[in-house]
């Protein structure tokens, strides 16, 4: 059963109120700033300090800022709202810290106080209601509006909209945004919904669930088709489970703590009897891995949240710690890898996807500079801050080298934007993921033609 919208707006958050001028449930946890001595390690680290120069936009500032209202020096006001949400919630920062602050959580949870204090009003209000609410925590709503989409893409109406400039209408980003958008599949929630289990190939090994996602599975079918054939070819019997939900990620970085609580405990009762929950979504994977986090004042939730958490892995690391089949067909291509920030700062993930990739006879891993810099996705971050994300991905295509033919990663949003900058900055790669790679070269060693 898929989550309803009157159970997300009941539902209090949690008990524990107050903490300086955080006067509304689920406060920021002063832990967290405790160890940060503004020594300025965080701000090379920082995108949107490298764009502004602005001591409000670097790491430390906003700890600072945080701070401050919990010490009751500042009030939440609008003035607070520009530097906690121009943050990509990239991690790089704690990553650069000699103490690990923690300040992509504090961010987070500083969001939630600052939406409790001034809630949406208008246009944004209800385009995050419509989207946020009132469809990817629900399956059968998000499955209708990738069907429309399909129609889009395959009736003619993309192309007379394209021939007719009816885009010019949209805002720029949106344009770029449209023209970017992968081919829309069958989503495999659907594909395999009366199937309770997809069989390995040969021996079982393991039995794992797979995390579907939300946007994943409408736009990037394709990775979730791949991601199966990759595990049960390598002995693995996987399951679906149908009542999954959103994980969360874009509600719990927008502020709405209360949503992502009920989304987590949905995944987390969908998820209950898997032994392992494997995802191939960077963002969707670090919040997994920190429900324990929407639930420190809840004991119960918070010792489920705990179990939950530690079943999860992600794809590329599993498949490297279990010991996956070497491919022996060779695909001969130049390839360069970026890494998500979810992945590498938020997950510590970095040596196992290119350890994969160099794996496949024939591929030539070309090492990308700055790889772990973010590329300006951040979610949806390059739809709510346009311009900023765009400077962003322009320093992140400096990087990318141009004697490529693929850039692979392990995040829906970071391929989305990746695949803008090579459109816009006139470049020819291809944005694959790195489990598709993986599939393609088991493929072709059993004589299906590949197209790459």
């Known amino acids: 059963m898929s989550l309803r919208e009157s159970e997300i707006k009941s539902e209090p958050a949690c008990t524990t109120i107050s903490l300086g001028n955080y006067r509304f449930s689920d406060p920021p946890d002063p832990s967290k700033w405790a160890d940060c001595v503004h020594c300025g390690m965080c701000l090379e680290s920082c995108p949107?300090?490298?764009?502004?120069?602005?001591?409000?936009?670097?790491?430390?500032?906003?700890?600072?800022?945080?701070?401050?209202?919990?010490?009751?020096?500042?009030?939440?006001?609008?003035?607070?709202?520009?530097?906690?949400?121009?943050?990509?919630?990239?991690?790089?920062?704690?990553?650069?810290?000699?103490?690990?602050?923690?300040?992509?959580?504090?961010?987070?949870?500083?969001?939630?106080?600052?939406?409790?204090?001034?809630?949406?009003?208008?246009?944004k209000a209800f385009v995050n209601d419509f989207f946020l609410k009132g469809v990817?925590?629900?399956?059968?709503?998000?499955?209708?509006?990738?069907?429309?989409?399909?129609?889009?893409?395959?009736?003619?109406l993309k192309t007379i909209a394209r021939k007719t400039k009816l885009l010019r209408i949209m805002p720029?980003?949106?344009?770029?945004?449209?023209?970017?958008?992968?081919?829309?599949?069958m989503p495999v929630r659907k594909k395999y919904k009366h199937m309770n289990v997809i069989k390995a190939k040969g021996e079982t090994k393991h039995t794992v669930a797979l995390l579907t996602g939300c946007?994943?599975?409408?736009?990037?079918?394709?990775?979730?088709?791949?991601?199966?054939?990759?595990?049960?070819?390598?002995?693995?019997?996987?399951?679906?489970?149908?009542?999954?939900?959103?994980?969360?990620?874009?509600?719990?970085?927008?502020?709405?703590?209360?949503?992502?609580?009920?989304?987590?405990?949905?995944?987390i009762e969908a998820f209950q009897h898997?032994?392992?929950?494997?995802?191939?979504?960077?963002?969707?994977?670090?919040?997994?891995?920190?429900?324990?986090?929407?639930?420190?004042?809840?004991?119960?939730?918070?010792?489920?949240?705990e179990q939950f958490s530690q079943k999860v892995e992600d794809i590329s690391k599993y498949l490297h710690d279990t010991g996956y089949e070497k491919p022996k067909a060779e695909l001969n291509m130049r390839i360069?890898?970026?890494?998500?920030?979810?992945?590498?700062?938020?997950?510590?993930?970095?040596?196992?996807?290119?350890?994969?990739?160099s794996s496949i006879p024939g591929v030539e891993m070309v090492p990308m500079p700055n790889a772990d810099r973010c590329c300006g996705s951040a979610g949806i971050y390059n739809l709510t801050h346009p311009e900023m994300a765009n400077d962003i991905l322009e320093s992140k295509m400096q990087n990318v080298p141009e004697d490529v033919e693929l850039i692979s990663m392990g995040n829906p949003g970071c391929m989305l934007q990746m695949a803008m900058g090579v459109l816009k900055y006139g470049r020819n790669q291809k944005v694959v993921h790195t489990v598709q790679l993986l599939d393609w070269a088991y493929q072709k060693e059993d004589g299906k033609e590949v197209r790459v």
């Open 48 to 123: 949107t300090y490298e764009q502004t120069g602005q001591e409000q936009h670097s790491p430390r500032g906003r700890v600072h800022l945080m701070k401050s209202v919990g010490e009751g020096k500042l009030e939440i006001t609008e003035d607070l709202i520009d530097p906690i949400f121009m943050c990509l919630d990239c991690r790089a920062c704690t990553t650069a810290c000699p103490a690990d602050v923690d300040v992509g959580g504090l961010i987070e949870e500083v969001r939630g106080q600052i939406r409790q204090a001034i809630p949406l009003t208008g246009w």
């Open 136 to 156: 990817f925590p629900h399956p059968s709503r998000l499955h209708l509006l990738g069907s429309l989409l399909k129609l889009y893409q395959k009736s003619g």
């Open 172 to 185: 720029e980003h949106l344009v770029e945004m449209e023209a970017i958008l992968p081919e829309v599949g």
């Open 215 to 267: 946007v994943m599975d409408v736009m990037f079918s394709d990775i979730n088709e791949a991601t199966i054939r990759v595990l049960t070819r390598n002995g693995n019997d996987v399951i679906i489970p149908q009542n999954q939900t959103c994980c969360g990620a874009l509600h719990v970085h927008a502020g709405d703590r209360e949503t992502g609580r009920k989304l987590a405990k949905q995944n």
């Open 274 to 305: 898997a032994d392992r929950v494997i995802v191939n979504a960077a963002g969707c994977g670090c919040m997994l891995k920190e429900y324990p986090e929407l639930f420190r004042d809840d004991p119960e939730w918070r010792e489920k949240a």
């Open 336 to 357: 360069t890898y970026h890494d998500a920030c979810h992945l590498a700062h938020g997950q510590g993930i970095r040596q196992e996807p290119r350890a994969i990739l």
